[in-house]
Nanobody, 125 residues
Framework: VQLVESGGGLVQAGGSLRLSCVAS????????MGWFRQAPGKEREFVAV????????YYADSVKGRFTISRDNAKNTVYLQMNSLKPEDTAVYFC???????????????????WGQGTQVTVSS
């Protein structure tokens, strides 16, 4: 199983980026998918999660109203649209997938079984 993120880069504050995460080796159409991020010297933190159908989403307070998570199950891909970026959004962004099927959406790293290698997002002031 492999998750590969792309779309990161350098952007000025107020700008936008769209991250993609393509899964291979397994379909995640029945599983929730999430995005996390890790800044230098800090722990990995939750950003957003989307249910298997895409009908439910949940966001960290720090990104609510600015970021949008979505998915295309036909392409086994999950996206993170990031708008109004701030310097404090600078981090490595990771895609994650759950193995099980749960009724609730999870925001802890412990709940996710599959991880990508990450893509760097840098927001300049």
């Amino acid at each position: 199983v492999q998750l590969v993120e792309s779309g990161g880069g350098l952007v000025q504050a107020g700008g936008s980026l769209r991250l993609s995460c393509v899964a291979s080796g397994r379909t995640f159409s029945s599983n929730a998918m999430g995005w996390f991020r890790q800044a230098p010297g800090k722990e990995r933190e939750f950003v957003a999660v989307i249910s298997s159908s895409g009908g439910s989403t949940y966001y960290a307070d720090s990104v609510k109203g600015r970021f949008t998570i979505s998915r295309d199950n036909a392409k086994n891909t999950v996206y993170l649209q990031m708008n109004s970026l701030k310097p404090e959004d600078t981090a490595v962004y990771f895609c994650a997938g759950e193995r099980g099927r749960w009724a609730t959406l999870h925001s802890s790293t412990w709940d996710y079984d599959y991880w990508g290698q990450g893509t760097q997002v840098t927001v300049s002031s």
